[in-house]
């Protein structure tokens, strides 16, 4: 079984979450992609974020009719900062035997020398980074840990002549680069738009729309 972990702030989960999803599950041939809510990011000021069980009521309502996404609340549910090591262990139990992808943005990838027990993460389940607006692949050739991946190859992916390269990490596991179509969305845009009470048309699925507006998150 092949579980994909997609996890997030989801300040709110919009259309290019999704798409970043599903594009995901049909490369990687996943069985599942695993939506998991961040409950205290590390990496945030939490004053900048709904509150967890709001954001997760939004995922949920996001992926309803999606038979091959699911939902964690596991980062929500547990006490103090959440941490990338601890929801990857939670999988394994949960799933014995599974291989675990973790998907995150080239962004969020650029700070994984920060990450707690990064190198027992790297020992134990795959990585799949996808491409974010406004970053870079070549930015990974400034990481510490060194990314075995020659600089043309980087760059072929940033100017798409090529859409995947996998690179096998000294640990055993491997390292998915996905280079996918631009989706110019993102969470500050939705809730800049939201809080001035613009058109949110094509940026939010109508459910999470209309569940925001009834609750007035964001607009305050």
Not at 7 to 24: D, E, M, S, W, Y
Not at 156 to 166: F, N, T, V
């Amino acid at each position: 079984m092949k579980i994909g972990i997609f996890g997030g702030t989801f300040n709110p989960i919009h259309n290019c979450h999704l798409r970043i999803a599903k594009q995901v599950w049909r490369q990687m041939k996943l069985d599942r992609v695993v939506f998991v809510p961040s409950g205290h990011p590390p990496h945030k000021p939490e004053a900048m974020i709904q509150a967890p069980q709001n954001r997760l009521t939004l995922v949920r309502l996001a992926i309803a009719d999606s038979p091959y996404f699911d939902l964690s609340d596991q980062e929500v549910s547990r006490s103090g900062k959440s941490y990338a090591i601890e929801t990857v262990e939670a999988f394994r139990q949960e799933y014995p035997g599974a291989e675990i992808f973790f998907i995150l943005g080239v962004d969020a990838f650029l700070e994984i020398d920060s990450w707690r027990d990064v190198e027992r993460l790297i020992r134990i389940c795959h990585f799949v980074v996808v491409s974010r607006q406004g970053f870079s692949f070549q930015q990974m050739g400034k990481l510490k840990r060194p990314i075995q991946a020659d600089t043309p190859s980087l760059l072929a992916l940033d100017r798409g002549r090529i859409r995947k390269k996998e690179i096998l990490l000294k640990s055993g596991k491997t390292l998915f680069l996905l280079k996918l179509p631009s989706c110019p969305i993102s969470s500050t845009q939705v809730r800049e738009r939201l809080k001035a009470r613009q058109d949110m048309k094509n940026l939010l699925p109508e459910a999470v729309k209309s569940y925001i507006l009834k609750n007035r998150l964001y607009q305050d």
